[in-house]
């Protein structure tokens, strides 16, 4: 069974900064994984598929990248909208996720 | 563009059969190019998959829950279920159904707004 460990577990930043974000894979998933989106009350959206392809309607400061085990979701200058909870997924699982909050 | 909606009670008693449906808007739950799947979400925690189901009625369940789980298809209806038996306190979620992108890894695309589920006597 693969595991996913996304760190850190919260990222303090400030609206105009860059946030990066990491998913680490117990094991090699290719470009299999997914990021997604999550504020308070609201269901998940999908952000990233296949490691780096934007999902339709998603803004293009969002940016995935990676293969093999270790992936990056960045977010290259912080909206007011970003600060929320981010997860990755591969397959039947997902990461811990991480928490965007405002410094 | 497609939706999904989660409904059923939200209240269960333990030890009971936990029963909801998605009903699917805007497309067609029998396209080969989608799987159909159930999450959940414990108020406060991360997000866990329940399984995913073809039109066809094949099934993929989470191994830590696949003795508890049926989910089904009905395509007449344009809709799918989850069934969970045997509920306790542990169960208590939000449960997400959203549509599973076949040919792209399986991201989950869109998602319905959800609907909660407690399991209290």
């Known amino acids: 069974e693969i595991v996913l460990t996304q760190s850190p577990a919260t990222l303090s930043l400030s609206p105009g900064e860059r946030a990066t974000l990491s998913c680490r894979a117990s094991q090699s998933v290719s470009s299999s994984l997914a990021w997604y989106q999550q504020k308070p009350g609201q269901a998940p959206r999908l952000l990233i598929y296949?490691?780096?392809n934007r999902a339709t309607g998603i803004p293009a400061r969002f940016s995935g990248t990676g293969s093999g085990t270790d992936f990056t979701l960045t977010i290259s200058s912080l909206e007011p909208e970003d600060f929320a909870v981010y997860y990755c997924q591969q397959g039947l699982t997902f990461g811990g996720g991480t928490k965007v909050e405002i410094k | 563009q497609v939706q999904l909606r989660e409904s059923g009670p939200g209240l269960v008693k333990p030890s009971q059969t936990l029963s909801l449906t998605c009903t699917v808007s805007?497309?067609?739950?029998?396209?080969?190019?989608?799987?159909w799947g159930w999450i959940r979400q414990p108020a406060g925690k991360g997000l866990e998959w329940i399984g995913r189901?073809?039109?066809?009625?094949?099934?993929n369940y989470n191994p830590s829950l696949k003795s508890r789980v049926t989910i089904s298809v009905d395509t007449s209806k344009n809709q799918f279920s989850l069934k969970l038996s045997s509920v306790t306190a542990a169960d208590t979620a939000i449960y997400y159904c959203?549509?599973?992108?076949?040919?792209?890894?399986?991201?989950?695309?869109?998602w319905g707004q959800g609907t909660l589920v407690t399991v209290s006597s």
């Open positions: 805007g497309g067609s739950i029998s396209s080969n190019t989608y799987f």
């Open positions: 959203a549509r599973v992108l076949r040919f792209h890894n399986q991201a989950l695309d869109p």
């Open positions: 296949d490691a780096s």
């Open positions: 189901i073809y039109n066809s009625g094949s099934t």
